[in-house]
Nanobody
Framework: QVQLVESGGGLVQAGGSLRLSCAAS????????MGWFRQAPGLERGFAAG????????EYADSVKGRFTVSRDNAKNTVYLQMNSLKPEDTAVYYC????????????????WGQGTQVTVSS
């Protein structure tokens, strides 16, 4: 079992930046690839970014590529999502998730989920 807790969300103006953190419990954090997903009101939960167990491989949705950066610090049991040049369409609840299968882009592939943190980008 692993518990995930997101933080760092908030209200930001378009063009601004936020850094989300996801803190994990347990001693096996490095065995999990991690993903960031987001869900806007009325829409399905979608993939934003993912990172392999040791951070060698990263993947991004086309909509965030070049603006978002996912990273991790296994010594701190934490994964990050640096979000730059934010747009109103980035507004969503952001979730981190853990999978033993390496980076996947589908929510059903993930075993553990955080509670989510709200990101709101104003025009």
């Amino acid at each position: 079992q692993v518990q995930l807790v997101e933080s760092g969300g908030g209200l930001v103006q378009a063009g601004g930046s936020l850094r989300l953190s996801c803190a994990a419990s347990g001693r096996t954090f490095s065995t999990y690839a991690m993903g960031w997903f987001r869900q806007a009101p009325g829409l399905e939960r979608g993939f934003a970014a993912g990172i392999s167990r040791y951070g060698v491989i990263t993947e991004y949705a086309d909509s965030v590529k070049g603006r978002f950066t996912v990273s991790r610090d296994n010594a701190k049991n934490t994964v990050y999502l640096q979000m730059n040049s934010l747009k109103p369409e980035d507004t969503a609840v952001y979730y981190c998730a853990a999978t033993t299968f390496g980076v996947r882009r589908t929510p059903v592939s993930y075993d553990y989920w955080g509670q989510g943190t709200q990101v709101t980008v104003s025009s």
